[in-house]
């Protein structure tokens, strides 16, 4: 059984003043026991991250997720407190949308390992860029989707020719002047 239920979650993660990471779920479901803390999205979720300008950067949607934190039994001195390992899991139809980069990536279960600031799958992988597209089996990449590795990439291909006049807006994160009334 649950201990904590939330249904429609709005969280809000800040660092300096400027927001670092939103969170939008449906339902999240809270279990506790003596190894693990788990969270559970069972309806799905999105995730933004920001950059450290404050502009969104990295948009993250799944059917499924869990967040787990592995409780240690060794404790690290006195005074300390026990050492954790702290991974979330997304399953099913994950996106992994780069915003600046106008880079997305599709795959069916993707990991985000928080101290190592890593997300990573071994599952199949499809990228999409302005430069081309690439598929293949496994993805490294730093937390916020900006250099994204396929580890046994297959039947990729590039875009060699691009319109040098081409202006790319970046809509979402665009603050242009208000119209006058």
């Known amino acids: 059984m649950p201990v904590q239920t939330i249904d429609d979650m709005f969280a809000v993660q800040t660092r300096n003043g400027l927001v670092s990471m939103r969170m939008e779920a449906g ?18 979720f ?38 954790k390992d702290e991974i979330w899991e997304a399953f099913g139809n994950v996106v992994v949308h780069n915003v600046l980069k106008q880079e997305t990536m599709e795959t069916d279960t993707l990991y985000w390992d928080q101290a190592k600031e890593e997300i990573y799958t071994d599952c199949y992988v499809k990228m999409y860029s302005p430069d081309g597209f690439m598929q293949g089996y496994g993805m490294r990449s730093d937390d916020h989707a900006r250099n994204a590795i396929l580890l046994e990439p297959f039947n990729s291909y590039g875009v060699t020719v691009q319109d040098t006049t081409a202006v790319v807006i970046d809509y979402v994160n665009f603050i242009g002047p208000f119209p006058k009334k």
């Open 27 to 44: 339902v999240m479901k809270h279990f506790e026991s003596d190894t693990a803390s788990v969270d559970t999205f069972p309806d799905g």
């Open 46 to 83: 999105s995730l933004y991250g920001y950059s450290e300008e404050g502009l969104l950067e990295t948009v993250i949607i799944a059917d499924d997720a869990r967040h787990v934190v592995r409780k240690s039994k060794k404790r690290l001195g006195r005074g300390q407190p026990q050492s």
